[in-house]
């Protein structure tokens, strides 16, 4: 796989995703397994000779079709995959799996050239179609870690990645990582497109971990991602619930609606066991409504008939060190995170039930804590509270929503000292409006310096955005009888000029909302920026001594293509 920062196209991206060696199925046999999943697939009239058809991949989108594939068609917003099955065919799709709209499509375009497998929903078909293929089942491997919630996905599964790396790399096997900032199977990283890829490249990808030797994987699941299918057909070993807050409501509708589909992953048919963060009356009722085995962490204060809680939490360095006491065995198992914040020691506490819980891993309890022991949680996690500079305190950090704002700011509050926080900050366009005036509210009354500017403006107007977070910080600081400063500058560039110009050695900057993003999105415009990149040379050129920035994610002198992080992020 090449670094996560090189330029991929469509076709290039899914190749990397694909093994080496497929054994694949028949056209017939395929049917067959639809129709015994419950998906009663309707298969047009054809020969022996299509019936044992030979598939060996499947792909949704007709630029990566290969040879031997089955071209999963989806009805879109603007178009219906099978509208490209000429292209399909040509590149190689020996099979479609569609609707019946798709089914007339094809009928229309290439008559009864391939055999075509009707289905009603082809989203919760394509999954179990792909595992099929390429021989995915339940026990086959990797383990798989799955993790969902609003915020902390990225971080915990960063979390349980190195955890899993210590053990398993005792004994020569590699693991693997799926999420917001990349996927890798052992060192090798490809850049991310979606928080969770489709359903057809997820199974890809379990055959191909397999392919290398990866004994077990850490997974962001977000709530896109249950809704559009991206994981059916995938089971996890176990599954991870960090929290619920206002976010994504645009998809959504409502807190109920969101909640309903993280809680559909928590089911016995998809998770073998539910580790349960219960922190939050969401966390309570998560745990309540899931099916299977489930085990439950309180990670902020104690909570009344849990599995596991968090306890003798002390500050060590920039992070904090506690312990994980598990109250049927009286257990006490002490580790750490160096990382800055109160949520990330409830995202390594989580981290560590996950696996401490796991079923059937290959390793005892003894050789779990030895490994909690070895500073597992003390990593760089891309853009997630990334500390740029020590004097003054600089961060860069992915905090886009109002939950995210208050931990990030709550956590740089308690060690700040008597310097001030000056805080850059936007939101993005085309997502939930209602969350802007709210995050300038939260801005102005926990930090000193406000400087509002542009995150991602998609296809909004950017002065619009700003006016939104600017409206809630204003009428904020005057019923308060704030005394916060509050500009509004744009471009980012300057404003983090400004922020870093404005800073003494004693205070704090904090770059929040894009963490790990090179690119602005400006209706189409693909605009280089890194905030990281950006801050050091602002902090160099004042002066200053910022650290060296050590992973590869960064933005190198070539614009990489990508745009504004994965729209599926929660």
């Known amino acids: 796989m090449p670094s996560s920062h090189t330029p991929l196209s469509v076709a290039e991206q899914d190749s990397v995703f694909r093994p080496r060696h497929v054994a694949g199925t028949t056209v017939g046999r395929l049917a067959e397994e639809l129709q015994a999943t419950g ?28 040879e031997g594939d089955l071209f999963v068609a989806v009805s879109g917003a603007r178009a219906h995959g099978a509208d490209f099955i000429r292209q399909a065919v040509e590149a190689g799709a020996t099979a479609v799996l569609t609707d019946a709209a798709g089914a007339d499509k094809v009928r229309e375009q290439v008559g009864y050239r391939l055999p075509v497998l009707q289905v009603e929903d082809v989203r919760q078909a394509a999954g179990p179609a792909a ?24 971080t915990t599964t960063y979390f349980l990645r190195s955890l899993l790396d210590t053990l398993h790399g005792r004994r020569g096997r590699r693991t693997g990582l799926i999420g917001t900032i990349e996927i890798s199977a052992g060192q090798e990283t490809i850049p991310s497109q979606l928080t969770t890829p489709e359903a057809v490249q997820l199974h890809s990808l379990m055959a191909l971990f397999r392919e290398r030797d990866v004994a077990a994987a850490a997974m962001e699941v977000s709530s896109h991602a249950i809704s559009y299918r991206r994981t059916a057909g995938l089971h996890y070993d176990v599954a991870g619930f960090t929290n619920l807050t206002q976010d994504h409501l645009d998809l959504h509708g409502s807190m109920e609606e969101y909640f309903a589909t993280k809680a559909e992953l928590f089911t016995r048919r998809r998770t073998r066991t539910s580790v349960i963060t219960v922190d939050d009356p969401w966390g309570h009722q998560m745990a309540s409504v899931a099916t299977g085995r489930v085990v439950t962490l309180a990670t902020a204060g104690q909570a009344a008939e849990v599995d596991w809680e968090v306890v003798d939490v002390a500050p060590d360095g920039m992070g904090h060190r506690f312990t994980l006491h598990h109250a049927r065995s009286g257990a006490r198992i002490r580790t750490r995170t160096g990382l800055p914040g109160l949520f990330n020691v409830s995202n390594a506490a989580l981290a560590a039930v996950m696996v401490l819980e796991a079923p059937d891993v290959p390793f005892t309890r003894e050789e779990v804590v030895d490994a909690l022991e070895s500073d597992p949680f003390t990593i760089s996690v891309p853009g997630r509270m990334q500390v740029i500079c020590e004097s003054p ?54 930090a000193d310096h406000v400087i509002v500017s542009d995150d991602d403006p998609h296809g909004e107007d950017p002065a619009q955005i700003r006016d939104d977070v600017m409206a809630g910080a204003r009428e904020a600081v005057e019923s308060g009888g704030l005394t916060t400063g509050l500009e509004e500058i744009w471009p980012r560039a300057e404003a983090i000029e400004r922020a870093v110009a404005s800073a003494s050695p004693r205070d704090t900057v904090i770059l929040a909302g894009r963490g790990h993003e090179i690119h602005q999105d400006f209706d189409g415009d693909h605009r280089p920026i890194d905030d990281r990149v950006e801050l050091r040379e602002a902090l160099l050129r004042h002066g200053h001594r910022p650290l060296e920035i050590q992973d590869s994610t960064v933005q190198d002198s070539t614009p990489s293509g990508r745009a504004h992080a994965p729209d599926d992020a929660g």
């Not at 047009?44 to 792909?59: F, Q, S, Y």
């Not at 595992?131 to 339940?138: D, E, H, L, P, R």
């Not at 961060?395 to 060690?415: E, G, K, W």
Request: hydrophobic share 40%.
């Open 131 to 154: 595992a099929v293929i390429y021989g995915n089942t339940q026990d086959s491997g990797p383990s798989l870690f799955g993790v969902t919630g609003t915020n902390g996905k990225t």
């Open 393 to 446: 305190a600089a961060i860069v950090d992915f905090a886009h929503n109002p939950d995210a704002m208050i931990r990030t700011l709550d956590a740089v509050a308690a060690t700040k000292g008597e310097g001030r926080i000056i805080l850059v900050i936007g939101a993005a366009g085309d997502r939930d409006r209602s969350k802007r005036p709210t995050m300038g509210a939260i801005a102005v009354r926990m």
């Open 39 to 66: 998906h009663e697939p309707l298969l047009t009239p054809v020969g022996r000779r299509e019936h044992e058809t030979l598939l060996t991949g499947a792909a949704m989108n007709p630029h990566a079709v290969g």
